[in-house]
């Protein structure tokens, strides 16, 4: 049983679309964190969230925690090309379990010319 | 300012052999995690130090595998006895001591990606 589902596992779209993935467990944790991963690279971190309900933007990505802290969800506005890659959520315990990441199965994004 | 590294990042060797990497964290980072991958799937916890103390390990991490932080700095994995479905990419990551108020963040090496024959 995975402890943080992402959905949708693979996204498919054209240049210019938006997309949505989202990260549900049923823990609730301390922060969670998004990751971008390119094929035989390690994830690179793209931003930490802490605080129910909070909301951070990279650019042209928009990161939610949810108010609960047990979900989380990613919006990508005109998406490019440059965004294709595995995007992972990592939830963590901080300080019980010394914040060792559990993270979903990842979104294999791919975003067509 | 280098990040994380990871030698050797690839690694084929044959069933029964021994093989060992290294992880060199980020410069004063007190924390090293080491995770396992396998194609299509997100990472999954095996071990972590807090300096050169382990102070957790997985129930993924089987008598064969084991782990050293001696010096509280770099950081070493061993599989002894390899078997095929060790084939993985090996990730370590490492985060600065907590403080409160900042946000825990951990960051990644390259990997590295062993095939086992």
């Known amino acids: 049983t995975q402890l943080l589902e992402q959905s949708p596992q693979f996204l498919s779209i054209q240049e210019g679309e938006n997309l949505t993935v989202y990260c549900n467990s049923s823990?609730?944790?301390?922060?969670l964190q998004w990751y971008r991963q390119e094929p035989g690279e390690g994830p690179v971190l793209l931003v930490t969230?802490?605080?129910?309900?909070e909301v951070k933007k990279l650019k042209r990505l928009t990161f939610q925690f949810g108010d609960a802290r047990k979900d989380s969800s990613l919006h990508i506005t005109a998406a490019q090309p440059g965004d294709t890659g595995l995007y992972l959520c990592?939830?963590?315990?901080?300080?019980?379990?010394?914040?060792?990441?559990?993270f979903g199965q990842g979104t294999e994004l791919s975003v067509k010319p | 300012d280098t990040g994380v590294s990871q030698d050797p990042r690839h690694k084929i060797t044959k069933r029964g052999q021994n093989v060992t990497f290294r992880c060199d964290p980020i410069?004063?980072?007190?924390?090293l995690y080491w995770y396992r991958q396998t194609l299509g799937q997100g990472p999954e916890f095996l071990t972590y130090?807090?300096?050169?103390?382990?102070?957790?390990k997985s129930r993924l991490l089987s008598d064969r595998f084991s782990a050293e932080r001696p010096k509280g700095s770099f950081s070493t994995l061993e599989i002894q006895r390899t078997e095929q479905g060790d084939s993985a990419m090996y990730l370590c990551?490492?985060?600065?001591?907590?403080?409160?108020?900042?946000?825990?963040?951990?960051?990644f090496g390259p990997g590295t990606r062993l095939t086992v024959t």
């Open positions: 990551a490492s985060s600065p001591p907590l403080i409160a108020g900042e946000r825990p963040e951990q960051y």
């Open positions: 823990s609730v944790f301390s922060s």
């Open positions: 969230v802490v605080t129910g309900g």
């Open positions: 990592a939830g963590a315990w901080i300080y019980n379990q010394g914040g060792k990441l559990i």
């Open positions: 410069s004063e980072h007190n924390r």
């Open positions: 130090f807090q300096n050169e103390a382990q102070l957790e």
